[in-house]
């Protein structure tokens, strides 16, 4: 009988399991070569330094800056606390390189608001309207002439000297030594502000006031000429340049340069009086055919307004203002020089 069943192959020994491969292992080139040392460079050198003690490094760096820190700080305090100590300032102060120090007493007074200004020379209110002689000009007699002088005199002593018109805003006597025509416009420049030219008017709310009992220093000059308007009336002309000083209330004004209390008004005026037989009675006087001024040390609120105002803040943040255009007191100062406002 024959068995169709397939033989089975014969099991495999437990030791042929670990029998090795008839095809050897290969081994990578790179791994029979010996190895070799690498020379660092010297960068490598100092990133490894810095990676080992950066943090060494750090903590040291930080310190120096705080004891460094604190040193200054400790320096810097004991110098404030021995200047304090002393009197001496020790807030910054703008610096006035140009500006002579203020003439002061033994004692740390003011010698005097006038002191170390150019208005120190000048003469004290009424004194210092000095009038030319009167000779006949043109049409005019000497008589006319004078009269016309003293008339403008009289004008200038209202507009800018006299109490009425610079603390009370009293017009009616400066707008008396006007010719009755002329009186309209001139009221109606006093109502909008617009007699700066002509006629100082203080605010009332000043802050600091205006110190009468100091005096207002005035200079100036007054000259004279017959000619014609555009009308072709006869005019006689005169012409007046004056410096006008006031001064103010500032506190502690020792602290400040000479001329902190002061207003400066530097005016040109063209006073004008027609011939009596080219007008009616009521044109007849004094006109004011042109004015120009320059105020130094006045508040801009006030200037628009037509009153002038001392500037007040603390003595080391303040700023003289507005400022002209050119040095109010020197002689190239030319009528139409303005100020920063």
């Not at 007074?109 to 000009?137: D, K, Q, Y």
């Not at 001064?247 to 006073?271: H, K, M, N």
């Not at 080219?278 to 001024?293: H, Q």
């Amino acid at each position: 009988m024959t068995d169709d069943e397939p033989t089975s192959a014969p099991p495999r020994r437990l030791d042929n399991l670990f029998a090795a491969d008839p095809e050897p292992i290969r081994i990578p080139d790179w791994m029979r070569q010996p190895a070799t040392d690498h020379e660092l460079t010297r960068a490598e050198r100092l990133r490894l330094g810095w990676e080992k003690h950066s943090g060494k490094l750090l903590g040291a760096v930080g310190l120096l800056l705080v004891v460094g820190f604190l040193g200054f700080l400790g320096t810097a305090g004991y110098r404030f606390v021995d200047k304090v100590n002393h009197g001496e300032v020790v807030l910054p102060v703008r610096s006035r390189a140009t500006t002579a120090p203020r003439p002061v007493d033994a004692d740390g007074n003011t010698l005097g608001v006038f002191v170390g200004t150019p208005a120190e020379r000048f003469a004290e209110c009424e004194a210092g309207i000095t009038l030319p002689a009167a000779r006949p000009s043109g049409p005019f007699t000497a008589k006319q002439v004078a009269d016309g002088l003293a008339a403008v005199r009289a004008a200038l002593v209202e507009g800018r000297l006299e109490p009425g018109m610079l603390h009370f805003d009293d017009q009616d006597r400066f707008l008396a030594r006007l010719a009755p025509d002329a009186r309209t416009a001139v009221r109606a420049d006093l109502a909008k502000g617009a007699s700066l030219g002509y006629a100082t008017r203080i605010a009332r709310d000043a802050n600091p006031a205006w110190v009468p009992e100091d005096g207002i220093r005035v200079r100036g000059t007054i000259e004279y000429a017959a000619t014609t308007d555009r009308d072709g009336i006869r005019v006689l002309s005169i012409t007046t340049r004056f410096f006008w000083v006031y001064s103010f209330d500032l506190f502690q004004a020792q602290t400040y340069p000479p001329g902190a209390e002061l207003i400066t008004l530097r005016d040109q005026v063209v006073w004008q009086l027609p011939h009596p037989d080219d007008v009616r009675p009521s044109s007849r006087g004094l006109w004011i055919a042109d004015a120009d001024v320059t105020i130094l040390n006045s508040t801009c609120a006030a200037l628009d307004k037509g009153f002038i105002a001392l500037e007040a803040e603390p003595a080391l943040l303040r700023r003289l203002k507005p400022q002209p255009t050119g040095d109010v007191y020197d002689d190239s100062w030319r009528p139409g020089d303005g100020e920063e406002c």
